[in-house]
């Protein structure tokens, strides 16, 4: 299996830009997190979806990020406008039922807004 | 609710030695737990999970942890350290659909 699979690596724009990271689960994975990770902050869970449908988005900081999984094997996150405050490293992660639901994930895209 | 802390944001252990991370956890129902590894630049590597099938779990890269009910404990443990495990480290317990991370111990490996 390919693992999950995240595009871009590396992203660097400007502030007030729009930014789009991208996530492949793992194929047949029914659930899927997006995660920042900083160094002030640590790791944040963001959202996560089951069965392409949003659970839980309390983690989203504000309404300018937003994410959609319109099929099984594609997510998105997005960010618009972007702020400096955004530059971080955003992982996506999947996992299946059952139990205990270990979570699988991808390698990354470190966002640097300037 | 589940949560887990580690203790000590950072550890130090020289080659050859034994590397012990701390983690604890608090939960309602019977836990799954979970260590995780981090390299530079890269994403979290599963290194071991609880399931309650067995106390002591065994992982890879000679790693390994031992679940302490009595303790509510989850220490990660490896009888010798090689400058290769030099990473960061998350513990996490499994809350119904997603995973609780703790905020990570950064080892550091001494020649």
């Known amino acids: 299996d390919a693992g999950v699979i995240q595009s871009p690596r590396h992203e660097v724009t400007e502030m007030g830009q729009e930014v789009t990271l991208r996530c492949k689960p793992i194929?047949?994975?029914?659930?899927l997190f997006w995660y920042r990770q900083t160094m002030m902050r640590g790791l944040e869970l963001l959202i996560y979806?089951?069965?392409?449908?949003?659970?839980?988005d309390s983690g989203m900081p504000e309404d300018r990020f937003s994410a959609k999984m319109p099929n099984a094997s594609f997510s998105t996150l997005k960010i618009q406008p972007s702020e400096p405050r955004d530059s971080a490293v955003y992982f996506c992660?999947?996992?299946?039922?059952?139990?205990?639901?270990?979570?699988?994930f991808g390698p990354g895209t470190r966002l640097t807004v300037l | 609710a589940q949560s887990v802390t580690q203790l000590g944001s950072h550890v130090s252990v020289s080659e050859g030695a034994l590397v012990l991370l701390r983690c604890n956890y608090s939960?309602?129902?019977?836990?799954?737990l979970f260590w995780y590894v981090q390299y530079p630049n890269q994403g979290l590597q599963l290194l071991l999970k609880y399931t309650s099938a067995a106390t002591l779990v065994k992982g890879i890269n000679g790693f390994e942890a031992e679940f302490k009910k009595s303790e509510t404990s989850f220490h990660l443990t490896k009888p010798s350290a090689h400058m290769s495990d030099a990473a960061e480290y998350f513990c996490?317990?499994?809350?119904?659909?997603?995973?609780?991370f703790g905020t990570g111990t950064r080892l550091t490996i001494i020649p």
């Open positions: 992660a999947s996992s299946s039922n059952p139990s205990p639901r270990e979570q699988f």
């Open positions: 939960s309602s129902v019977p836990p799954y």
């Open positions: 979806f089951n069965n392409n449908v949003p659970i839980d």
């Open positions: 996490a317990v499994n809350g119904n659909e997603k995973l609780t």
């Open positions: 194929s047949g994975h029914d659930y």
